[in-house]
T-cell receptor, first 114, second 111 residues
């Protein structure tokens, strides 16, 4: 299957600072990537769809000015959590699809805001 | 609202038994169906995909799809303690469009 690499795997930041998470497709070109958030013992929640060369599409209730998504190339999408607060602490996961629709996930980034 | 429903569990089975995980979906336009395994603290990993009615086998795993009943299942034969995880069912229209995930079923395999 496709390989998706996410970095960093964990990060601790101070409240009010910004954190950037990178998601790379290593062996294929992904025009579309997806960003999820998962709180402990809860299901995956789709935050936004990242589109190469155009604006991301955000799910209802997700603040686009807080969660900045950039998809500048066919192999890289980034999610920046701006002015992070403790309630933003979560597990953030990116994914890309193959042509049959199967989602392949990055390793995930555990964000802790203190 | 497109939904994928799963029993949250936990489903407990003894080692060596068959674990049966079930999933229903609401969107009749769904063409692609997937099962993912997620260990605690890790991201999901794809274990099975199925696109047509019937059974699909891969090692100890068998996926079953019944589009008329809008039902997908996953059977795990000879369950091992290492199979203990949360299993996510997902469905989608196919292609590069987003899929809808269920909330997952927690499986516990008892040694």
């Amino acid at each position: 299957g496709a390989v998706v690499s996410q970095h960093p795997s964990w990060v601790i930041c101070k409240s009010g600072t910004s954190v950037k998470i990178e998601c790379r497709s290593l062996d294929f070109q992904a025009t579309t990537m997806f960003w999820y958030r998962q709180f402990p013992k809860q299901s995956l929640m789709l935050m936004a769809t990242s589109n190469e060369g155009s604006k991301a599409t955000y799910e209802q209730g997700v603040e686009k000015d807080k969660f900045l998504i950039n998809h500048a190339s066919l192999t890289l999408s980034t999610l920046t959590v701006t002015s992070a607060h403790p309630e933003d602490s979560s597990f953030y996961i990116c994914s890309a699809r193959d042509q049959e629709g199967a989602a392949f996930f990055g390793q995930g980034t555990r964000l802790t805001v203190v | 609202q497109k939904e994928v429903e799963q029993n949250s569990g936990p489903l407990s089975v003894p080692e060596g038994a068959i674990a049966s995980l079930n999933c229903t979906y609401s969107d009749r336009g769904s063409q692609s169906f997937f099962w993912y395994r997620q260990y605690s603290g890790k991201s999901p990993e794809l274990i099975m995909s199925i696109y047509s009615n019937g059974d699909k086998e891969d090692g100890r795993f068998t996926a079953q799809l019944n589009k008329a009943s809008q039902y997908v299942s996953l059977l795990i034969r000879d369950s091992q303690p290492s199979d203990s995880a949360t299993y996510l069912c997902a469905s989608g229209p196919g292609g590069y469009q987003k899929v809808t995930f269920g909330t997952g079923t927690k499986l516990q395999v008892i040694p």
